[in-house]
């Protein structure tokens, strides 16, 4: 794994998303109806998402879970009703492409913190993953994943 982390300079790029508290049995629904309204509103825009979707982690425990799901766009949009506009953290980031199932993705994360600490790195508190295909499209083995911890050097 150690050749597939990247640290690298991000830029912000803006979004379209909506940021939840809720917990992890309540999530697979709320993902799905929060894209599915992003979605719409793109739509009524004429406007397409300029990347994969996205969920941000800002706190992710066996209580509860604090998460921002959307989608880059080309240009800031203005927000609707619970679909805010923002934007992705900026800055230096370590980034690694998954393969595989969704159930896989802890003991990446594990090396991933591992190898932020080993190179002088400092986590800034959230993750991003992009969802390159839906669990609906695409067998579990042949999910891909791309996650972005933003790093203070």
């Known amino acids: 794994m150690e ?68 989608v880059p766009v080309s240009k800031n949009l203005p927000g609707k009703d619970d679909s805010k506009s923002g934007e992705t953290v900026p800055g230096d980031a370590v980034i690694y492409i998954h393969e595989g199932p969704y159930t896989d993705l802890k003991p990446v994360y594990q090396e991933l913190f591992d190898w932020i600490e080993e190179n002088g790195c400092k986590p800034k508190g959230l993750y991003y993953e992009y969802y390159f295909n839906s669990p609906g499209d695409v067998a579990e083995k042949n999910r891909s994943t791309r996650i972005v911890i933003p790093v203070e050097k």
Do not use: C, H, M, W
Not at 3 to 22: D, G, Y
Not at 26 to 44: D, G, K, Q, T, V
Not at 49 to 70: K, M, N, V, W
């Open 3 to 70: 050749s597939k982390i990247e640290l690298k300079k991000v830029e912000a790029k803006p979004v379209l998303s909506v940021r939840l508290e809720t917990t992890i049995d309540e999530l697979p629904s709320l993902i799905n109806e929060s894209y599915r309204r992003i979605a719409e509103y793109l739509a009524e825009l004429g406007e397409a998402p300029a990347d994969a979707p996205f969920a941000a982690y800002y706190r992710l425990d066996t209580q509860s879970i604090d998460i921002e799901l959307g």
